[in-house]
């Protein structure tokens, strides 16, 4: 068979991989990461990289195509330049983008069929007409699997967890088979049935004249005679500020409204001023463009990219349509919005525009969290004249987001009339979205008639307002509220107040916003207290509330009353006798311009105290986890994490997915879905099915309910907001905690569940099918002839089985009639589970034995599965903890892992460090430097590989790196991942060999082999010395023994002549200082700013190098690119004493000076890109001047 080298072989773009990666970690609207909670996901962007290089030709491969280096080196530049694009949050959906990387693939696919048209079994692998299916066999999140298939792969996701497996149907096997179906829901059907109609209200039947056409209608309906002249009547002339408005019943309107910080008075009035001299005409037309191209840039913040803000304005403009108006056509920007509408007697235009810009700010401000202004105060209206106006002011307000570049057609655009007009209205997943979310709010208007008496409003009462300005706008209303604050209670171990159940609680601060700090305050009362709530004022927060009742670290806290110390100990074993408790310290409600902070009232907690569960999820909390676990507290079932009133509204809410499937069912029948009974489970697409689907996205807003709501939540004092129990990957004990309203709007809502659980749909469904299963990756088969890409579990971190336990009992109780099979066990399967956790197998060396064991049965099958014209790439988090063996030696979870993939039978081709850290995180030394995980790229070893002695793998390994760095230095690798990736070429020679032996004949492990590499790798940086000037070579050698410190004369005297150089030249040259019998290199921060490299008389790669340091960090990328434009190719040779000054500081933990070299390698592409444009610019300039 031909095997042609991938381009993931040889070399990648990382820098802009992982710069996308870990802006990735910023987005949650449309992320499929919030569809439901999975634990170390990959980033989509690297996922989407990965398979791409695997599946694309490198270069070097077709040297018939590409005879040379440069023209290889060229075209590997293009395919960065994809890939760079690829990566891109904003192109995840952008199917130009995606398109070019699915011709890419299919190039690479057809010269491979070519190639092997005559292997036995060429019709099975090599079919020119169908791309190979896709594997992940450890699916896990389904990050992986969602990109294959976006990518143009039919996709195939397994894993042994049953909530991973179900996830995993949820974004990639429900979405493509309902993709580009209208919702069934009533409200969707009846908006659709009738928006043609609705949307041409001039067109047949009676009373269907434009108000403008035919009749007395041709002249303008404001103008009379001639129609030159506009009216004078006061009556039809309104005015809300300073821009007057034309309004007459029966006209046609084109409205434009815009967020508050979207175009600055400033702005407008540099405008007039321009634009004064120029006729009214000219004036206003010219004005015109200028806010269109203004807005379409996307000024602001743009809050109505916000999907949650978007469809609350497209509601409100639909709600009073063919009442208060006729609404005709609408867009909505991310800063502005366009309606077109007609108006109707009684109902001025100024009073419609009104409620709808009131209603939404207030809304928006709620959202958001924010208060202020939303919109500007005016708003703009034309009237429409004619048809042809008509007609052009459509088009404008319908193809707004095509001119702004948002979307290559009006219809593709969600929040327009376009969008909702067009025949592929609901492309992709969008109707199923809509669906999710009609259904889910009908279960949260079912729940509140059900449960609504549990979740009472707040009033606030005079009584509470006294000492509270900030409560006397609300004395008399209530208040929805937003949560409950708890902390939990034990009987004080004092013996005078034993009958005193006192609060645990680890801070009294409710809000440490700047200027809106509030805090509880207990007051001590006899035998009892109580708490009352506070506003900071100037004196501010007194400091002994901080902390609450708590007495350093762990579970140690203070009694209220006497202040006696209460042990960990005995809080311990008062949880485990169940006489831990919870009082109610404080409620937060919904304000008008945020939070408002209540003290607790006997109604509230009476209303938590009447909740009766009938049922609460069994299981046990694990016992052992490594972040910690609650169970040492009581809390030991899956039930004992929730409130009673939390396990009557879930439960309630679990209930109502089985009725809401019923609705769905119904509603798709009358839809027109075919009633074919066939289950979601069995392959089903009708009615049924339907049903199912909508089921699932509902079941994962009820376990987005339970994340948020249960007795582990923290209240965030600096968001005022929940924030969920799995903010790390355990279930650590927590005293005070925050009881979200499930029927409010905020964090923790049902509202917000559904939100999150829907919103991706409208973000998926590629072209591709895929399916997920249950399956041991151990004995799994589905991996034959398929492409694998793959993030297996991480020898001794988290057990996911044990954590997801949380979900699978919620699940089960919602889904089991949908799949029986994937919920048959009480609790998630865990003996199976290739996790090195000692405390599930007896020992630390059996755990290790398990997990390697296990993984390289694992890895073995995918060897032999794997389709043999694509590398297989494995994900590793890389995390460097040692154990030591019986024997003494020490190894770690990357030489285990490692060890597997050897003994699987794969050969690794190529190690990739992917992080996902931002750019300006600073570079720590020693595991803060490291990727966040290494890609091993990985072929099936030969069946007959040679075996190599020690001395063999050296001398190849000092044949092959330097080639292999070259390659690496060129794609301006990071120097702080060099030393990872260069891991790649290394170990594709250790393991092409059946064995590598050492003098007595024993195999060379992995260990070994890694530190040979990395010697190779270090004698490799060192010979690229030779190519440095005498005063460069010196310096780098004083570097490396003194850093920036001194040292003596006469050493520096003696290198220098070794070096062929002087100290006194180089201190004339500028990069050193001699004093005293004592010499120093200069610092970037010493060197002059006014040194002119062309003038230099002593010019030196060192000085280059530091310039561009002292430069970079003083004036950034653009200051840089001024200097490296008069260096010219000396800039390279800067870059390569980077890489080596690197080193030098990683091995002699320097951090300070490794971040500045690191810097300046990874800036280099934009340096050079921005000093070539400078070149550039002088002769543009002079053509421009020229043409005039």
């Known amino acids: 068979m031909v095997q042609t080298k991938k381009l993931i072989e040889v070399a990648l773009p990382l820098e802009a991989i992982n710069k996308a990666s870990a802006r990735e970690k910023s987005i949650r609207h449309g992320h499929p990461s919030t569809l439901h909670l999975w634990w170390a996901r990959r980033p989509l962007a690297a996922a989407r990289a990965v398979i791409f290089a695997q599946m694309v030709d490198d270069p070097s491969a077709w040297p018939d195509l590409f005879p040379t280096g440069k023209a290889q080196e060229k075209e590997r530049q293009r395919l960065f330049r994809l890939i760079e694009e690829l990566v891109q949050w904003e192109n995840t959906t952008n199917e130009a983008v995606l398109q070019q990387a699915r011709d890419e693939i299919w190039n690479s696919w057809r010269r491979a069929c070519a190639e092997n048209a005559d292997h036995p079994r060429a019709k099975e692998l090599f079919d020119r007409h169908k791309l190979p299916a896709f594997h992940d066999p450890f699916a896990g999140g389904g990050a992986l699997p969602l990109e294959a298939q976006r990518l143009g792969l039919e996709s195939h996701a397994s894993d042994l967890n049953p909530v991973a497996v179900l996830i995993c149907k949820a974004m990639i096997e429900i979405p493509p088979k309902f993709a580009g179906r209208p919702p069934v829901n009533p409200e969707s059907r009846r908006k659709l049935l009738g928006a043609q109609a609705s949307r041409l209200p001039f067109s047949g039947g009676e009373g269907t004249r434009l108000p403008f056409s035919g009749g007395e209608g041709t002249r303008l309906p404001l103008s009379g005679g001639e129609g030159t002249r506009l009216p004078e009547s006061s009556a039809i002339w309104r005015s809300r500020g300073y821009i007057p408005h034309f309004d007459k019943a029966g006209t046609v309107q084109f409205i434009t409204f815009r967020l508050a910080d979207s175009l600055p008075r400033s702005v407008l009035d540099r405008w007039e001023a321009e634009l004064a001299s120029l006729p009214e005409g000219e004036r206003q037309t010219e004005r015109e463009k ?32 063919g009442e208060r108006f006729r609404l005709i056509a609408w867009c909505i920007m991310p800063n502005h919005v366009h309606v077109l509408i007609e108006t109707v007697a009684g109902h001025p235009l100024a009073a419609v525009v009104h409620s709808w810009k009131s209603f939404t700010a207030k809304e928006a401000n709620r959202i958001l969290g924010r208060s202020g202004a939303f919109w500007q105060v005016e708003y703009y209206d034309r009237f429409i004249r004619d048809e042809a106006h008509f007609a052009n002011a459509k088009r404008y307000i319908e193809e707004n987001p095509v001119r702004a570049g948002l979307v290559p057609s009006a219809g593709e655009w969600r929040w327009s009339s376009a969008w909702e007009g067009r025949g592929e209205a609901f492309r992709g997943a969008r109707g199923l979205a809509e669906d999710v979310r009609y259904y889910g709010k009908w279960m949260r208007d079912e729940a509140e008639k059900r449960i609504g008496h549990l979740y009472p409003k707040v009033e606030v009462t005079e009584e509470m307002a006294k000492g509270r300005p900030d409560l006397k706008k609300y004395v008399g209303r209530k208040l929805t509220v937003i949560a409950w604050l708890w902390a939990r209670t034990v009987k004080s171990p004092n013996p005078a107040f034993a009958d005193v159940d006192v609060p645990l609680a680890s801070t009294f601060m409710l809000s440490t916003k700047k200027g809106k700090e509030a805090y509880v305050e207990p007051v001590i009362e006899g035998k009892n207290y109580r708490f009352t709530v506070k506003i900071a004022g100037s004196a501010g927060v007194p400091p002994a509330l901080k902390t609450g009742t708590k007495l350093g670290r762990g579970a ?334 020490a190894s770690t979870g990357w030489e285990t892992f490692l060890d597997a993939v050897i003994r699987a039978g794969f050969a690794i081709s190529g190690t990739w460090p992917m992080r996902t850290e931002m750019r300006t995180r600073q570079i720590a030394m020693g595991t803060n430097a490291l990727a966040s995980s290494i890609v091993l790229v990985c072929r099936q070893r030969e069946a007959f590989a040679p075996t190599a002695t020690r001395r063999e793998f050296v001398t190849a390994l000092k044949a092959e790196i330097p080639a292999a760095l070259a390659h690496l230095q060129r794609g301006n690798i990071a120097p702080v991942d060099l030393a990872q990736a260069a891991i790649g070429p290394g170990m594709a020679v250790y393991t092409r060999y059946a064995q590598v032996l050492d003098a007595e004949g024993r195999p060379v492990p992995v260990r070994e082999a890694l530190a040979l590499i990395n010697q190779t790798l270090d004698e490799c940086l060192a010979s ?138 990874q800036s280099m592409p934009e340096i050079l890109r921005l000093a070539g444009e400078a070149k550039a610019q002088p002769a543009r300039q002079a053509d421009l001047f020229a043409a005039t």
């Not at 009133?645 to 499937?661: C, H, I, K, N």
């Not at 062929?1060 to 019998?1077: D, F, Y």
């Not at 010493?1086 to 310039?1107: G, I, M, N, Q, T």
Request: aromatic residues 10%; charged residues 25%.
């Open 290 to 321: 200028r806010i269109g191209r203004w807005l379409d840039r996307g000024a602001g913040e743009c809050h109505l990219r916000d999907p949650r803000i978007a469809e609350m304005v497209e509601k409100a403009l639909l709600h009073f349509d």
């Open 556 to 889: 140690n806290f203070r009694c209220l009353m006497s202040g006696t110390p209460i042990a960990g100990d005995y809080i311990k074993a008062e949880g485990r006798a169940g006489r831990m408790g919870a009082r109610l310290m404080a409620i937060v409600a919904e304000g008008q311009s945020g939070r408002v902070y209540l003290a607790p009232t006997p109604e509230h907690e009476a209303a938590a105290r009447q909740a009766r569960p009938e049922w609460k999820p069994e299981g046990d909390v694990p016992a052992r986890l490594t972040g910690g676990t609650c169970v040492p507290y009581g809390l030991k079932t899956w039930g004992d994490l929730f409130t009673p009133r939390q396990l009557v509204a879930l439960t309630t809410f679990s209930d109502l997915v089985g009725e809401a499937m019923e609705r769905v069912k119904r509603d798709a029948l009358a839809a027109g879905l075919p009633d074919d009974g066939k289950p979601l489970r069995d392959g089903g697409t009708g009615a049924t099915a339907y049903a199912e689907a909508v089921a699932v996205y509902l079941a994962f807003a009820i376990d987005r309910m339970a994340m948020t709501g249960n007795n582990l939540v923290r209240w965030n004092a600096v968001g005022e907001k929940a924030q969920h129990c799995f903010g790390r990957q355990a279930l650590p004990m927590l005293w005070d905690f925050a009881e979200p309203n499930f029927l409010a709007t905020a964090t923790g809502s049902v509202d917000a569940a559904v939100f999150y659980s829907c919103d991706p749909l409208n973000w998926m469904a590629p072209p591709a099918t895929g399916s997920s299963k249950q399956e041991d990756a151990t004995s799994q088969q589905t991996s034959k002839d398929k492409l694998v890409s793959t993030d297996p579990p991480y020898y001794d971190n988290v057990g996911y089985a044990d954590l997801s336990d949380f979900f699978y009992v919620w699940l089960r109780r919602s889904l089991r009639p949908v799949f029986p099979d994937l919920f048959a066990t009480l609790a998630v399967p865990k003996a199976e589970e290739l996790v090195a956790t000692p405390y599930r197998h007896g020992s630390r060396e059996k755990a290790e034995a398990f997990f390697l064991d296990g993984m390289t049965r694992a890895m073995h099958r995918l060897a032999e599965q794997a389709h043999p014209a694509f590398p297989v790439t494995i994900y590793y988090a890389f995390k460097q903890s040692e154990t030591e063996s019986a024997e003494g030696t």
């Open 1024 to 1161: 690229q010395e030779g190519d440095f000037d005498a005063d460069s070579r010196w310096a780098l050698a004083w570097f490396d023994q003194h850093g920036f410190a001194e040292g003596e004369y006469g050493v520096a005297e003696t290198l220098s002549k070794a070096k062929n150089t002087s100290v006194a030249g180089m201190v004339e040259a500028g990069i050193l200082a001699s004093k005293r019998g004592r010499v120093r290199l200069l610092k970037p921060a010493e060197l002059p700013a006014d040194r002119d490299p062309a003038a230099d008389r002593r010019p030196s790669v060192w000085k280059d190098l530091h310039h561009l340091i002292r430069v970079l960090e003083s004036g950034g990328e653009s200051a840089a690119a001024g200097l490296a434009a008069t260096l010219g190719g000396r800039a390279e040779a800067a870059r390569e004493l980077a890489y080596r000054l690197y080193t030098v500081c990683e091995r002699k933990k320097r951090a300070k000076e490794a971040l500045s070299y690191n810097a300046v390698v």
